[in-house]
């Protein structure tokens, strides 16, 4: 399988995020990709190739314009107020304040366009998720060739960040943009499988009324697990979309079997809608090692799920990065699926 690798991550780098009330160091760091890299070259999975720019309009698709637009110069503009080191929001336009006005001020603006402060905006952010979103859609162009899979390794992740806003350590997302890029190259069907231990709200939310692009996620349950504000077993899609969108929320410290088991749930559902493309949000913060989440999934079960989806038998079928916090394993578990998959 070949992997587009998004060298640009590097500049996002972050060394603390907000927990608690307190800084307290930052999970989703550069080394995660530098060992998911090495994995990939020592298992000698395949070739490795540099994203191809296709320009903002791919991400247009997915995502507001003026989200875009703030997030390419929120850096700057945090700087030129004197801002030092990462920005983070603060205040958020909840019920009964209004998100239809855009402010002035930056750190409104830094609450209108985000979900969370827990996602440090760095220097780097920008640059690294505009190339990750290059970098899928450089592999969805090759899983639609004569190649028919790929694998894309990026950072920041996607799956949390809305049309509008970021947030889960999420900026653009990746998904939702190689699901649009496909529907719009002429593929009727395209399923989303996620199975990052976070339930993908942004994903969830930008297609939960269509009915050509499914997306199934199964995930610690938001009644204790991020991003709680969504992710529950009844979001079933809304208008063209009811039916289309299926959670399997799982109790936090749920076992193998029970993973196994909702997987092949939400399996099923996607063997009926047969899709022509399968991208799977793969996180592997259902690791047991993880530091954030509480699954137990082991490098036996990373290379039975690569096997099921292979099984599964989408004729083609898109990779994508996204969670995964322990960081020295991450390389060797995405690497278990992947070759999974392969076998
Ligand atoms: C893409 C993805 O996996 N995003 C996850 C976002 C999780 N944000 C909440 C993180 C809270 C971290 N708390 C760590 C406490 C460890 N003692
Ligand atoms: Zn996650």
Redesign the pocket.
């Known amino acids: 399988m070949k992997t587009v690798y998004n060298p640009q991550h590097a500049g996002h780098a972050a060394t603390h995020?907000f927990?608690?009330g307190r800084l307290?160091p930052a999970?989703?760091i550069p080394a995660r990709a530098d060992y998911v890299l090495k994995a990939v070259q020592a298992a000698a999975l395949g070739e490795v190739l540099a994203p191809v720019d296709h320009g903002l309009a791919p991400l247009e698709r997915v995502h507001a314009p003026a989200y875009l637009r703030f997030l390419r110069g929120a850096h700057a503009e945090w700087r030129a107020l004197g801002g030092e080191g990462d920005a983070f929001p603060a205040v958020w336009p909840v019920r009964s304040l209004r998100s239809d006005v855009e402010p002035q001020s930056f750190a409104a603006r830094m609450g209108l366009y985000s979900m969370?402060s827990?996602?440090p905006l760095t220097a780097g952010a920008w640059e690294a998720a505009y190339w990750g979103a290059q970098a899928t859609l450089s592999g969805l162009e090759i899983a639609l060739g004569d190649e028919r899979r790929a694998y894309v390794l990026t950072r920041?992740?996607?799956?949390?960040a809305g049309a509008d806003f970021f947030?889960?350590?999420?900026f653009i997302n990746n998904a939702a943009v190689a699901a649009q890029a496909a529907r719009d190259a002429g593929l009727q069907r395209v399923a989303i499988l996620d199975v990052?231990?976070?339930h993908g709200n942004g994903t969830q939310a930008i297609f939960y009324e269509r009915a050509d692009v499914f997306y199934a996620s199964l995930h610690g349950d938001p009644q204790t697990e991020?991003?709680f504000f969504l992710g529950h077993a009844d979001e079933r899609g809304a208008g063209a979309g009811l039916g289309f969108n299926a959670n399997e929320p799982l109790a936090a410290g749920s076992s193998n079997e029970a993973w196994f088991a909702a997987l092949e749930r939400l399996l099923g559902r996607l063997q009926v809608f047969a899709p022509e493309l399968l991208i799977v949000s793969l996180?592997v913060?259902t690791y047991g090692g993880d530091?954030?989440?509480h699954f137990k999934l082991d490098r036996p079960e990373f290379a039975a799920l690569g096997e099921r989806l292979a099984a599964f038998g989408a004729p083609r079928t898109l990779f994508l990065q996204?969670?995964?916090?322990a960081t020295e394993a991450i390389g060797l578990n995405v690497v278990a699926v992947l070759q999974g998959f392969e076998r």
């Open positions: 995020e927990f608690r307290v999970f989703e969370d827990g996602t920041p992740p996607g799956h949390h947030g889960g350590y999420c990052d231990y976070h991020y991003p996180g913060d530091p954030i989440s996204e969670g995964g916090y």
